[in-house]
Protein backbone atom coordinates (compact mmCIF):
# COMPACT_ATOMS: atom_id res chain seq x y z
CA UNK A 1 0.00 0.00 0.00
CA UNK A 2 1.31 3.15 -1.30
CA UNK A 3 1.16 6.33 0.99
CA UNK A 4 2.27 9.61 -0.01
CA UNK A 5 2.43 12.72 2.80
CA UNK A 6 1.73 16.37 1.83
CA UNK A 7 1.25 19.52 3.65
CA UNK A 8 4.27 20.27 6.10
CA UNK A 9 5.85 23.13 5.85
CA UNK A 10 7.48 26.31 7.87
CA UNK A 11 5.26 27.91 10.20
CA UNK A 12 5.32 30.56 13.44
CA UNK A 13 4.26 29.13 16.91
CA UNK A 14 0.69 29.99 17.05
CA UNK A 15 -0.41 28.91 13.19
CA UNK A 16 -2.32 26.16 11.88
CA UNK A 17 -1.28 23.86 9.29
CA UNK A 18 -3.12 20.74 7.55
CA UNK A 19 -1.58 17.31 6.81
CA UNK A 20 -2.61 15.30 4.02
CA UNK A 21 -1.72 11.24 3.48
CA UNK A 22 -3.45 9.86 0.13
CA UNK A 23 -3.47 5.96 0.32
CA UNK A 24 -3.38 3.77 -2.87
CA UNK A 25 -5.76 1.15 -3.18
CA UNK A 26 -9.40 0.17 -3.80
CA UNK A 27 -10.41 -0.85 0.17
CA UNK A 28 -9.46 2.66 1.96
CA UNK A 29 -12.36 2.62 3.89
CA UNK A 30 -11.49 -0.36 5.78
CA UNK A 31 -7.88 1.53 6.79
CA UNK A 32 -6.90 2.48 10.40
CA UNK A 33 -5.00 4.92 9.49
CA UNK A 34 -2.48 6.93 11.62
CA UNK A 35 -0.06 9.51 12.00
CA UNK A 36 3.38 9.61 13.57
CA UNK A 37 6.49 11.94 14.00
CA UNK A 38 9.94 11.80 14.75
CA UNK A 39 11.23 15.12 16.14
CA UNK A 40 15.39 15.63 15.85
CA UNK A 41 17.32 13.51 18.10
CA UNK A 42 14.22 11.33 19.40
CA UNK A 43 12.13 8.61 18.67
CA UNK A 44 9.36 8.07 16.48
CA UNK A 45 5.82 8.99 18.49
CA UNK A 46 2.31 8.43 17.93
CA UNK A 47 0.41 11.99 17.41
CA UNK A 48 -2.95 10.51 16.26
CA UNK A 49 -4.86 7.36 14.99
CA UNK A 50 -8.48 6.77 13.57
CA UNK A 51 -10.11 3.34 12.74
CA UNK A 52 -11.86 2.88 9.34
CA UNK A 53 -14.97 3.53 12.09
CA UNK A 54 -13.92 6.67 12.35
CA UNK A 55 -13.12 6.13 16.15
CA UNK A 56 -10.04 8.53 16.72
CA UNK A 57 -7.28 8.62 20.05
CA UNK A 58 -4.39 11.30 20.05
CA UNK A 59 -1.26 11.51 22.37
CA UNK A 60 -2.02 13.69 25.28
CA UNK A 61 0.54 16.93 24.17
CA UNK A 62 -1.75 17.83 20.81
CA UNK A 63 -5.12 16.84 22.31
CA UNK A 64 -7.53 19.14 21.64
CA UNK A 65 -4.89 20.95 19.48
CA UNK A 66 -4.81 18.49 16.56
CA UNK A 67 -7.80 16.90 14.45
CA UNK A 68 -7.27 13.51 12.42
CA UNK A 69 -10.23 13.32 10.07
CA UNK A 70 -10.33 10.92 6.96
CA UNK A 71 -12.14 10.85 3.81
CA UNK A 72 -12.71 7.70 2.00
CA UNK A 73 -13.70 9.14 -1.57
CA UNK A 74 -10.62 10.34 -1.78
CA UNK A 75 -8.24 7.72 0.41
CA UNK A 76 -7.22 10.68 2.20
CA UNK A 77 -6.21 11.10 5.95
CA UNK A 78 -5.89 14.50 7.59
CA UNK A 79 -4.17 16.00 10.12
CA UNK A 80 -5.48 19.79 11.08
CA UNK A 81 -2.50 21.01 13.82
CA UNK A 82 -3.72 23.89 15.17
CA UNK A 83 -1.90 26.43 17.75
CA UNK A 84 1.58 24.58 16.86
CA UNK A 85 4.46 25.05 19.31
CA UNK A 86 7.77 24.46 18.18
CA UNK A 87 8.37 20.93 19.97
CA UNK A 88 5.75 19.71 17.42
CA UNK A 89 8.85 20.18 14.97
CA UNK A 90 9.07 16.91 13.49
CA UNK A 91 9.05 14.69 10.34
CA UNK A 92 5.19 13.70 10.47
CA UNK A 93 4.62 10.42 9.05
CA UNK A 94 1.36 8.85 8.09
CA UNK A 95 0.25 4.89 8.33
CA UNK A 96 -1.49 2.06 8.37
CA UNK A 97 -2.17 -0.50 10.03
CA UNK A 98 -4.15 -2.06 13.47
CA UNK A 99 -5.92 0.71 15.25
CA UNK A 100 -3.09 1.20 18.19
CA UNK A 101 -0.99 3.78 19.51
CA UNK A 102 2.21 1.50 19.18
CA UNK A 103 4.46 2.25 15.72
CA UNK A 104 5.50 -1.74 15.90
CA UNK A 105 1.30 -2.07 14.98
CA UNK A 106 1.49 -0.37 11.36
CA UNK A 107 2.64 -2.31 8.48
CA UNK A 108 2.59 0.56 5.90
CA UNK A 109 4.56 3.51 5.59
CA UNK A 110 4.71 6.92 3.80
CA UNK A 111 7.83 9.21 3.22
CA UNK A 112 7.20 11.97 5.71
CA UNK A 113 6.72 15.76 5.41
CA UNK A 114 8.67 17.82 7.80
CA UNK A 115 6.85 20.62 10.15
CA UNK A 116 8.73 23.10 11.45
CA UNK A 117 7.69 25.75 14.19
CA UNK A 118 9.45 28.72 14.77
CA UNK A 119 8.88 30.74 17.92
Known amino acids: VQLQASGGGLVQAGDSLRLSCVAA????????MAWFRRAPGKGREVVAI???????DYRDSVKGRFTISRDNAKNTVYLQMNSLKPEDTAIYYCARGSYSLRDTDYNYWGQGTQVTVSS
Open 25 to 32: GRTFSTYN
Open 50 to 56: ISHGGST
